[in-house]
């Protein structure tokens, strides 16, 4: 890893665990010495934490869940209208 730029780069994939080992181990090594980055790691983590923590507030009705999975049965995306 040459700096902070391919650090910073890299983040999502090493909490991803989608680096691959050497790429990780040098993510690592220079954690160790880049107070920066591992600010940045470490509040991402915490983003990450929290998201997984949250929940919507509310279900969608199981006669919504229901409608739309008859209405998309066997529908390809060609199908969907333009966004």
């Known amino acids: 890893m040459k700096d ?5 780069e890299n983040i999502l994939l090493y909490l991803d665990k989608s680096l691959c ?3 990780a181990i040098e993510f690592r090594a ?5 107070e920066a980055c591992r600010q940045v790691v470490e509040a991402e983590e915490e983003l990450s934490h929290l998201l997984h923590r949250s929940r919507p507030l509310y ?3 199981t006669t919504l869940r229901e409608g739309i999975l008859r209405a998309t ?4 995306p060609r199908d969907l ?3």
């Open 59 to 61: 279900s969608a009705p």
């Open 81 to 83: 209208p333009p966004q």
């Open 73 to 76: 049965k066997g529908a390809s």
């Open 30 to 34: 220079h954690l160790e010495i880049c």
């Open 4 to 8: 902070c730029g391919d650090c910073r």
């Open 21 to 23: 080992i050497s790429r």
